[in-house]
């Protein structure tokens, strides 16, 4: 029997996959321990502050141990698998068992089959304590997986019934969000006695944890050395009302990932650019008479032509007839910074929070050219594919609520940009035309910009070009 060298397994750690970010959540495995697995495949997708980004292994060989469940929030630079790629086509080393085994792996009978020497189950593997130790002796890991080792080591004697508490350098066995309540309500987890399966703490643990230490204690009972904990019963301790709800009637949604980003960039914005917002109603009958024109040309064959392909070209026109618009305040170095391209940021509702991604150089694309890029951003931004790449360095965006019926609405600029136009519902209205009330196709176009680098007659010329635009589409052409 050949032993295995650490040489032979490959950690791969968690990315930086959008730039600074210092953690990612793991939503979805899709290898599992003993499949093969080749350079460039898939292993499993996670969620970082920005977008869900599916991960490729740089290896070729055999997953011998997946270091984190689904659910995982992970720090960057954290191994989250471990391949082996000494060529083996077997499963990984089995795990130490909830009862200790009689023997060693390594004193086995050289006759054993790889059978007999499968592992009869796998302990779960929690953040922060790496996998339960082997049963075979392996090489101490190097660097920061030592203290890991130790902690689950202690974590083990634990679950193995000795009834004594992890050593101190260890970290009682939680999951993130029972850690999060912790936190938020001051309970120090080493002290929180575990009731959950493999000695896991739970949200009621915390809890009554909670309602232990804030039992009233009388004075003439409990001398001032005594714990108040053992004086007074749980049962007369009071509720916590800052912790406690009626879950049937209420449900708790952790913030992270995108709806955690969106938020904090949304008050980051909103109390650091000074927000101008201004309104033009317009007839955009034309407009959409030329939407159903294109629709039928040969340039546009294959390509999603509608409203809004129309009016992001408006922007990209009138932002060139308005250049200064186009910009972002530098706050630490007290400059406006001009920028001489246009990457247009298309606001876009997905089932993980609101995204911005963005077309790059869009000003310098052809209609079919931006027809084309507007496509494959709706479509992959569905998908909940878009990289962390396509949602920066955005200098202008588009936000369409008129897809949800709304007529109007005044929207927060995405920080470190200049401006942004809501697009509101297109509807069949009653409209002065030529002198004569008729019906006509009417929106309204809400203009939000950072007054401190856009004043309000350069707002009011750029939203003013787009609007006349959109009622003369033949400006595309002249303006152009």
Same mark, same amino acid.
């Given at each position: 029997?050949?032993?295995?060298? %650490?040489?032979?397994?490959?950690?791969?750690?968690?990315?930086?996959?959008?730039?600074?970010?210092?953690?990612?959540?793991?939503?979805?495995?899709?290898?599992?321990?003993?499949?093969?697995?080749?350079?460039?495949? $898939?292993?499993?997708?996670?969620?970082?502050?920005?977008?869900?980004?599916?991960?490729?292994?740089?290896?070729?060989?055999?997953?011998?141990?997946? @270091?984190?469940?689904?659910?995982?929030?992970?720090?960057?630079?954290?191994?989250?698998? #471990?391949?082996? $790629?000494?060529?083996?086509?077997?499963?990984?080393?089995?795990?130490?068992?909830?009862?200790?085994?009689?023997?060693?792996?390594?004193?086995? !009978?050289?006759?054993?089959?790889?059978?007999?020497?499968?592992?009869?189950?796998?302990?779960?593997?929690?953040?922060?304590? *790496?996998?339960?130790?082997?049963?075979?002796?392996?090489? !101490?890991?190097?660097?920061?997986?030592?203290?890991?080792?130790?902690?689950?080591?202690?974590?083990?004697?634990?679950?193995?019934?000795?009834?004594?508490?992890?050593?101190?350098?260890? @970290?009682?066995?939680?999951?993130? !969000?029972?850690?999060?309540?912790?936190?938020?309500?001051?309970?120090?987890?080493?002290?929180?006695?575990?009731? *959950?399966?493999? *000695?896991?703490?739970?949200?009621?643990?915390?809890?009554?944890?909670?309602?232990?230490?804030?039992?009233?204690?009388?004075?003439?009972?409990?001398?001032?050395?005594?714990?108040?904990?053992?004086?007074?019963? /749980?049962?007369?301790?009071?509720?916590?009302?800052?912790?406690?709800?009626?879950?049937?009637?209420?449900?708790? $949604?952790?913030?992270?990932?995108? @709806?955690?980003?969106?938020?904090?960039?949304?008050?980051?914005?909103?109390?650091?650019?000074?927000?101008?917002?201004?309104?033009?109603?317009?007839?955009?009958?034309?407009?959409?008479?030329?939407?159903?024109?294109?629709?039928?040309?040969? %340039?546009?064959?294959?390509? @999603?032509?509608?409203?809004?392909?129309?009016?992001?070209?408006?922007?990209?026109?009138?932002?060139?007839?308005?250049?200064? $618009?186009?910009?972002?305040?530098?706050?630490?170095?007290?400059?406006?910074?001009?920028?001489?391209?246009?990457?247009?940021?298309? #606001?876009?509702?997905?089932?993980?929070?609101?995204?911005?991604?963005?077309?790059?150089?869009?000003?310098?694309?052809?209609?079919?050219?931006?027809?084309?890029?507007?496509?494959?951003? /709706?479509?992959?931004?569905?998908?909940?594919?878009?990289? !962390?790449?396509?949602?920066?360095?955005?200098?202008?965006?588009?936000?369409?609520?008129?897809?949800?019926?709304? %007529?109007?609405?005044?929207?927060?600029?995405?920080?470190?940009?200049?401006?942004?136009?809501?697009?509101?519902?297109?509807?069949?209205?009653?409209?002065?035309?030529?002198?004569?009330?008729?019906?006509?196709?009417?929106?309204?176009?809400?203009?939000?910009?950072?007054?401190?680098?856009?004043?309000?007659?350069?707002?009011?010329?750029?939203?003013?070009?787009?609007?006349?635009?959109?009622?003369?589409?033949?400006?595309?052409?002249?303006?152009?």
């Amino acid at each position: 029997m050949t032993t295995m060298t %650490d040489t032979s397994v490959r950690e791969f750690k968690m990315p930086d996959v959008g730039e600074g970010l210092t953690e990612a959540e793991i939503l979805k495995w899709y290898v599992q321990v003993g499949d093969t697995v080749t350079d460039g495949q $898939v292993v499993c997708e996670v969620e970082t502050a920005k977008a869900a980004v599916e991960l490729p292994i740089p290896y070729d060989g055999v997953v011998r141990d997946l @270091r984190f469940p689904e659910g995982t929030m992970v720090d960057v630079g954290t191994a989250i698998i #471990a391949i082996d $790629v000494s060529g083996g086509t077997g499963p990984a080393p089995a795990e130490v068992p909830a009862e200790p085994v009689e023997a060693p792996v390594a004193a086995a !009978p050289a006759g054993d089959t790889a059978e007999e020497q499968k592992p009869q189950g796998r302990q779960p593997v929690l953040v922060g304590y *790496g996998v339960a130790a082997s049963s075979t002796k392996r090489r !101490p890991r190097k660097g920061p997986e030592v203290p890991v080792q130790q902690a689950s080591a202690a974590v083990q004697t634990e679950l193995n019934g000795h009834g004594t508490p992890p050593a101190p350098e260890s @970290r009682p066995l939680a999951k993130p !969000p029972v850690r999060k309540l912790a936190k938020d309500l001051g309970v120090d987890l080493a002290t929180v006695v575990p009731s *959950g399966p493999d *000695g896991i703490i739970t949200r009621e643990d915390v809890h009554a944890a909670v309602t232990a230490t804030e039992a009233p204690v009388p004075v003439t009972q409990a001398p001032v050395t005594q714990a108040p904990v053992t004086q007074a019963p /749980v049962t007369q301790a009071p509720a916590v009302p800052a912790a406690s709800y009626d879950t049937a009637r209420e449900t708790r $949604v952790p913030v992270k990932g995108v @709806r955690k980003a969106t938020a904090q960039a949304m008050v980051g914005s909103a109390f650091t650019a000074p927000h101008v917002t201004e309104f033009v109603t317009v007839d955009v009958t034309r407009t959409l008479k030329l939407v159903e024109d294109l629709k039928q040309d040969k %340039d546009f064959t294959g390509l @999603r032509v509608n409203p809004l392909l129309l009016i992001a070209k408006a922007l990209l026109v009138a932002i060139k007839r308005n250049p200064d $618009v186009n910009a972002s305040w530098d706050e630490a170095n007290q400059e406006i910074v001009l920028k001489h391209y246009v990457n247009l940021g298309i #606001a876009a509702a997905t089932p993980r929070g609101l995204i911005v991604p963005n077309i790059k150089d869009a000003d310098a694309k052809t209609l079919p050219q931006l027809a084309e890029a507007l496509g494959e951003l /709706v479509a992959t931004a569905k998908e909940g594919r878009t990289s !962390p790449a396509a949602m920066q360095g955005g200098t202008v965006t588009i936000t369409n609520v008129g897809v949800f019926g709304v %007529d109007t609405g005044t929207p927060i600029l995405p920080p470190g940009e200049s401006a942004i136009l809501a697009v509101g519902a297109i509807k069949l209205q009653p409209w002065v035309h030529k002198g004569k009330v008729k019906p006509r196709q009417v929106t309204t176009l809400a203009l939000s910009f950072d007054h401190r680098l856009i004043d309000g007659e350069l707002g009011s010329k750029l939203l003013a070009d787009v609007a006349a635009i959109l009622e003369q589409p033949k400006k595309l052409i002249t303006w152009a």
